[in-house]
């Protein structure tokens, strides 16, 4: 019996804001709960608006009730946010909104405040002005966290609110062709075909497309065979900058989900890549990447922070080194994030960053380049890092990263390293910083 979505989008929203759990581990697994393909999207854009504009919400709701609803009801507090989304920010007919989440209450136990949700939900209807938020704090106005938009301020003076606003957009689907499976142009043609529209707007990424309305992806031409993978384009700048050769021995520390993984193999098939991630579960979907697109590595599920655990002795000519971090640089990607990181977590994420990078650096043949990369936007995590690193250790040399000229329109000035912003190019918040390692004459002056 299929779910009702409403019902699904409210405890889904509850368990991340409530539980702190992820909307990537919860949502998926209520949409197996329904049936209808519609619903299911209608569920996921439910969650990921209401994740994008819970501050507004909320405080929408504290105009029209007395205090929010907790403990057995506390679900039902976060199904009136489910209406509200729906009438100020769907399409969703106002009695289709009002009518279905109240029905909703009922599959939730919430038949003793149905009346309740029908008068909040119909007030929202009549009262357009309990969405002005102009007098509203920076929180409420850019539905970020206060301590974020404070250290956006302080890191990006002049761009915060571009990069809080860019952050509030849907993601867009940008996909990798696997060149060992098919060519650009005639994956490009492929595409044409199906008349699915499409664009490369990125001259230092020739692989990367950008498809002009997002889809499933197994539908599209190709998808079993390996053609392609979805990778965002800012980590498709990662495997050209660590540019692989064939015969090298190359460690993708921290690798899972797998993107980056492929793409250097991709580049260079007859690498010697051992892929790392200290998660046995995330790295199932590693191997399934690998197979799908006809790829070998070897896999390990072991910690890049502990190299004495598993590492054999035999140096890497080049190490790629995505490292855990706030993912600050993604939220439009994943809305939840905002909510589920805190300010007490960046400076253990710090911590631990530049140790994963000190106890890696011994496992470097000199001469050898390790790319240091996160998806966060703030300096502590990557600007900071580098510095910090490049001070202790005497041996490292920071390399400029050189793509192509599009580079020039992003925050090039960032030293050291490169920092791209959610946005730019339609790309997403990304760090890269190339270090490498001086040779053994030099390193022993």
């Known amino acids: 019996m299929s779910r009702d979505c409403r019902a699904l989008a409210a405890q889904c929203c509850y368990q991340v804001i409530d539980q702190g759990r992820s909307l990537s581990d ?11 393909p519609l619903d ?9 608006g209401v994740m994008r504009t819970l501050p507004q919400l909320e405080q ?17 507090q976060f199904l009136i946010y489910v209406g509200i989304y729906q009438l100020h920010f769907m399409r969703v007919p106002d009695h289709a909104a009002i009518n279905a ?50 250290s956006l301020q302080h890191a990006y003076p002049d761009d915060w609110q571009h990069i809080l606003e860019a952050s509030q957009h849907k993601a867009p689907l940008w996909l990798r062709v696997n060149i060992q499976q098919i060519s650009s142009e005639q994956f490009c ?30 539908e599209l031409p190709g998808y079993h065979q390996g053609w392609f993978s979805v990778q965002d384009a800012a980590a498709q700048y990662a495997a050209g900058i660590v540019a692989p050769a064939d015969g090298e021995r190359i460690l993708d520390a921290c690798c899972a989900p ?29 191997k399934e990447n690998l197979q799908r697109l006809g790829l070998t590595a070897t896999v390990l599920a072991a910690d890049a922070a502990n190299p ?62 390790l790319l240091y990369a996160t998806c966060s936007i703030l300096p502590v995590e990557n600007q900071q ?47 890269y910083a190339l270090l490498q390692k001086a040779p053994q004459d030099n390193h022993a002056a």
């Open 189 to 218: 043609i492929a595409l044409t075909e199906e008349d699915i529209g499409f664009s490369q707007p990125i001259a230092a990424l020739p692989s990367a497309i950008l498809l002009d309305t997002a889809c499933d992806v197994t």
């Open 101 to 150: 989440t109240v029905e909703a209450a009922r599959e939730l136990r919430g038949q003793s405040l149905t009346k309740l949700i029908n008068g909040v939900l119909r007030n929202v209807q009549r009262q357009p002005q309990l969405f002005d938020f102009s007098q509203a704090s920076d929180a409420v106005k850019f539905n970020h966290p206060g301590w974020l938009i404070s």
């Open 308 to 369: 004495a655990s598993w590492w054999d002795g035999e140096l890497f000519d080049k190490i790629l080194l995505d490292v855990p971090c706030s993912a600050t640089g993604v939220i439009r990607r994943h809305p939840d994030i905002r909510w589920l990181r805190k300010k007490s977590d960046i400076a253990p994420l710090a911590e631990l960053q530049q140790h994963i990078l000190q106890q890696c650096w011994p496992l470097l043949a000199p001469g050898g380049m």
């Open 26 to 36: 919860v949502l998926p697994k209520a949409q197996q709960q329904i049936t209808n």
């Open 258 to 286: 797998g993107g980056k993984t492929c793409h250097l193999l991709e580049l260079a098939p007859n690498a010697r890549l051992t892929a790392l991630d200290k998660d046995p579960a995330r790295l199932v979907r590693v």
């Open 40 to 48: 299911k999207a209608l569920l996921q854009e439910i969650c990921f």
């Open 385 to 431: 890092q580098i510095s910090q690193f490049l001070t202790a250790n005497k041996d490292a040399r920071l390399q400029p990263v050189t793509l192509e000229a599009d580079l020039l329109e992003t925050d090039v000035n960032a030293q050291p390293g490169w920092q791209l912003l959610p946005g730019q190019l339609n790309r997403d918040g990304f760090y």
């Open 60 to 76: 929408v709701c504290a105009q029209l009730m007395q205090k929010p609803l907790v403990k057995n009801f506390r679900v039902l």
